[in-house]
């Protein structure tokens, strides 16, 4: 049972970790002074979420330390979907996956307050209301800009027709999938999926926005498996230079 | 010189010859006499309100400016607490940004009119910001040292006459002492770390203590004074005394670690003065006036910020709402 | 553009790029922040934003990001009615009338007068 757990957890924490990174490189040129804050916050949010499931990963099942987990592994040991490794883009592309991506983390977290894993259960009930507050964030924007101007209305519209099949790569199941499911740790990701679409589709309803046309083989996966996009690689080069100038050294 | 009260020549001029209805001048100059604040609802000289905004928009820009030297290594920091520390401290000069041009916006400049005027380049920030954060050790010393000065001059100024202003900086100065502690602490890693670990940290030393020393503005006898500004307490404390205080609080902390600066006159004399050599105020001048290493990368990247988020913006206004001046 | 941050290389900057100026502005609005329960809401500042939904999403960082809160408020700044700074007279003979202080209140020494008189009067009596 164990294997099945680590794999959750990494999953869920380089998904956080990654997504979070990305999303800090806005720190400091947002497009205005008040989502500039509120951007940075939710990208320090989702580090510490990635922070807290590897220090389980390290506590309870016996991996290495957070850091080294996060900054000393090779990229195919990276268990994120492509979505989250996706360069931010313009801020129309950023914002469209914060509303997808943090939709479904909403609605995973509030299953796992419920799992049979108990350490996984007691972070979910902690950290759900700063994931609450991401997907409020996520809302207001993307109903404001679907509502907005024409230029705004397109770019959201082309953003997420964009960011679709990457989206539902985030569902991506592992071979543990089966595991986790009898033993009462997770609903599994199909669940998920059909959850994340109930919520999701009022909302882009509201805002004035189609639904894009699912189509099986474009849904971007490998990700869960250790299959990366080319993105992947010069991020986890670009964050870790400087430990790499000095491994050995504390920072 | 975060909000720098240094005045043109012209400027300090037209300081003294506006004139103002004298019982309302009295007034109010007997009010902050007493040591009460104004308010922006309050009279005021055309010169305060003037000044103020000048001052505090430097301020802001000075905020925003700043998240670049030390955004350059977000994307690099090398461990979670590092990671966490760095985003959470360039998002707070972005909401000090934010609290600045508000305070400035109760005189009656809309945080736009500031912003066009950074990119225009007809309203300054502070010239520190104008140099590159070449290594990691650039952030310990930024955090640590650049921060630092900074208090300074912001605890001084949070004693001024202006209320908006005065709320802002007590919020600001309670954040910057979380990132002077961060400074500190990456400093003090580094400074017991490994031989590559000192060494890059003695490099952005000597590369950073010229910039720290002008950071305060020119000596007191090269620069335009105002006993108005004084008067009004919009200005409390000359370049040289904020200097001197900067260097009594800072140097020790550096010299305890076995980390020097590049200057072999740099001490303290009996009476508690700071002795340094000369920095090289021709190189000060020439940064301000936009020959520094940096001063084209940061507004070209302001720019960037204003022209991709535009759409955003614009996506966001109601024009039947009609803007009002922000209370306090 | 030559820049040492990997974040602005990406965006891949041309600064001879000529700005627009902004003419029209977001309105503001002010916001009240309650630290504790029980405690008064009280203003803390302002937030540049489009309706009060995103007011309130803004005013969470801005002013929540450290400490406790319970809550904040939004309101539109022009939605704020205030005296004007000329009606400060209004109120400035309000702290002579200590009739309605607690401190104005004194008796201790009349009742030590009252209890010393009535000693000295039971001691003459006895």
């Not at chain 1, 999938?177 to 994340?196: P, Q, S």
């Not at chain 2, 000192?198 to 030393?205: F, K, S, W």
Request: with cysteine; proline share 4%; net charge negative.
């Amino acid at each position: 049972m164990s294997n099945a757990l680590k794999d959750l957890l990494y999953k869920m924490a380089d998904d956080a970790l990654i997504i979070g990174h990305r999303n800090s490189e806005w720190t400091g040129i947002g497009p205005m002074l008040e989502e500039d804050l509120a951007f940075s916050s939710m990208a320090q949010d989702k580090i510490g979420h990635a922070q807290a499931l590897y220090k389980i990963l390290n506590e309870v099942l016996g991996e290495a330390d957070a850091d080294t987990l996060a900054f000393k592994r090779e990229e195919k040991q990276f268990k994120c979907c492509h979505f989250v490794e996706q360069p931010i883009g313009e801020y129309d592309f950023s914002i469209v996956r914060q509303f997808l991506f943090d939709h479904a983390e909403l609605i995973r977290y509030d299953i796992l307050t419920q799992s049979s894993f108990q350490p996984l259960a007691q972070l979910a009930k902690k950290v759900k209301g700063e994931i609450k507050y991401h997907v409020m964030h996520a809302d207001t924007f993307v109903k404001q800009l679907g509502n907005g101007t024409e230029e705004s209305k397109a770019r959201i519209q082309s953003s997420l027709n964009y960011a679709w099949h990457l989206a539902l790569g985030i569902f991506e199941k592992s071979e543990f999938e089966n595991d986790l499911i009898a033993e009462n740790i997770f609903v599994g990701e199909d669940e998920l999926k059909k959850r994340w679409l109930e919520k999701i589709i009022p909302v882009m309803e509201s805002a004035n926005l189609k639904v894009p046309a699912t189509d099986e083989i474009k849904i971007v996966y490998g990700g869960r498996k250790g299959f990366h996009s080319e993105y992947l690689k010069p991020l986890l080069d670009e964050m870790c230079e400087v430990v790499r100038t000095d491994i050995d050294a504390e920072w | 010189m975060y909000g720098s009260t240094n005045l043109s020549e012209e400027e300090a001029k037209r300081m003294n010859t506006t004139v103002e209805d004298p019982e309302k001048l009295e007034a109010f100059e007997s009010r902050i006499a007493r040591g009460e604040k104004i308010e922006p609802q309050d009279w005021m000289p055309v010169e305060y309100s003037k000044q103020l905004i000048r001052m505090i928009e430097q301020h802001a820009h000075s905020e925003i400016v700043g998240a670049l030297p030390e955004g350059t290594w977000i994307t690099r920091a090398p461990n979670f607490r590092r990671k966490l520390a760095l985003i959470a401290k360039v998002q707070d000069e972005i909401g000090h940004g934010q609290l600045l041009y508000s305070a400035a916006e109760t005189l009656g400049k809309t945080r736009e009119e500031m912003l066009n005027d950074l990119l225009s380049g007809k309203s300054k920030y502070s010239n520190v910001f104008n140099y590159p954060a070449l290594t990691w050790a650039d952030i310990a010393v930024i955090g640590f040292l650049v921060d630092g000065a900074a208090i300074v001059n912001q605890v001084i100024n949070s004693k001024g006459s202006y209320g908006p202003y005065c709320r802002a900086l007590e919020r600001i100065c309670y954040e910057e002492s979380f990132h002077l502690k961060q400074g500190h602490d990456n400093v003090v890693y580094l400074a017991t770390g490994t031989k590559h670990q000192r060494a890059i940290l003695q490099d952005a030393i000597n590369r950073w203590y010229r910039p720290l020393l002008h950071f305060f503005g020119p000596p007191d006898k090269q620069s335009a004074h105002s006993e108005k500004l004084m008067k009004w307490k919009v200005k409390l404390a000359s370049n040289d005394d904020m200097r001197n205080q900067f260097l009594d609080q800072y140097v020790p902390k550096i010299w305890e670690l076995d980390i020097t600066f590049p200057d072999p006159n740099l001490k303290k004399n009996d009476d508690g003065i700071w002795e340094f050599s000369d920095p090289d105020w021709n190189e000060f001048k020439r940064v301000i006036n936009g020959d520094g290493p940096c001063n084209a990368e940061r507004i070209a990247v302001r720019k960037f910020a204003e022209e991709a988020g535009r759409w955003v913006r614009q996506a966001l206004m109601n024009p039947s709402e009609k803007y009002v001046v922000p209370l306090a | 553009m030559n820049t040492l941050d990997p974040r602005i290389k990406r965006l891949s900057l041309d600064p001879s790029t000529e700005v627009e100026k902004t003419n029209s502005h977001l309105i503001t609005y002010e916001v009240f922040h309650q630290e504790k329960r029980g405690k008064h809401v009280t203003h803390v500042g302002i937030v540049h934003a489009s309706n009060p939904e995103m007011a309130l999403v803004m005013a969470k960082e801005v002013f929540g990001r450290r400490g406790k809160t319970t809550n904040l408020w939004v309101v539109k700044t022009s939605d704020v009615y205030t005296f004007g700074s000329d009606d400060e007279d209004m109120f400035e003979t309000t702290p002579e009338k200590t009739f309605r202080d607690p401190a104005y209140y004194k008796v201790r020494d009349r009742i030590e007068k009252f209890q010393n008189k009535q000693k000295f009067e039971h001691e003459q009596r006895t």
